[in-house]
């Protein structure tokens, strides 16, 4: 629709300049605005545009309720495995302090085993110690008695020589 000046506006500029002045903004208006059939085209494109936009929110908020019973289902499995790896623990920890009650049973066996060998090692170097002491104290009187004879012996031998000679 072509641009009119209203009779006043033509009577100002006269009707050579409206119409020159009409024809440039009809130009420029068509070169720089949108018609009416590509308005309506772009408008259509935009509501197409606005029920994808709505469809994939719906779809958005379909998989964000799919992605949390996920992490629920997996929370729940998780869970499920930290009670299991937890029971595990609890009969490894068991088996383990039943094992360190035997270790020490048998370490307190081996202990007293030891301390009774060591009672009689005890016992025998005693024993030991007093046969060491008898029999030095039977040398030292067989030494001695045999010095004893030998100095009677001597001395009448020189009795004998004495009194024979």
Do not use: C
């Not at 309720?65 to 009670?83: P, T, W």
């Not at 170097?125 to 008695?145: K, L, P, S, Y």
């Amino acid at each position: 629709m072509p641009i009119t000046f209203s009779p006043v506006v033509r009577n100002a500029w006269g009707d050579e300049v409206a119409d020159e002045v009409a024809r440039v903004l009809d130009e420029t208006f068509e070169q720089r605005t949108v018609s009416r059939e590509e308005w309506r085209e772009v408008l259509g494109r935009l509501d197409r545009v606005e029920e994808h936009l709505d469809h994939l929110g719906e779809e958005v908020s379909h998989q964000r309720r799919e992605i949390g019973d996920l992490r629920r289902e997996m929370n729940e499995r998780f869970d499920a495995m930290n009670e299991r790896f937890d029971a595990m623990n609890a009969r490894l920890d068991e088996r383990l302090d039943q094992q360190s009650t035997q270790f020490d049973k048998r370490f307190e066996t081996t202990n007293e085993r030891i301390d009774k060998t060591n009672e009689r090692i005890d016992a025998m170097n005693e024993r030991f110690d007093a046969m060491n002491e008898a029999m030095r104290v039977q040398t030292r009187w067989t030494i001695g008695t045999i010095a004893l004879f030998g100095t009677i012996i001597t001395v009448l031998i020189a009795v004998v020589e004495f009194a024979a000679g």
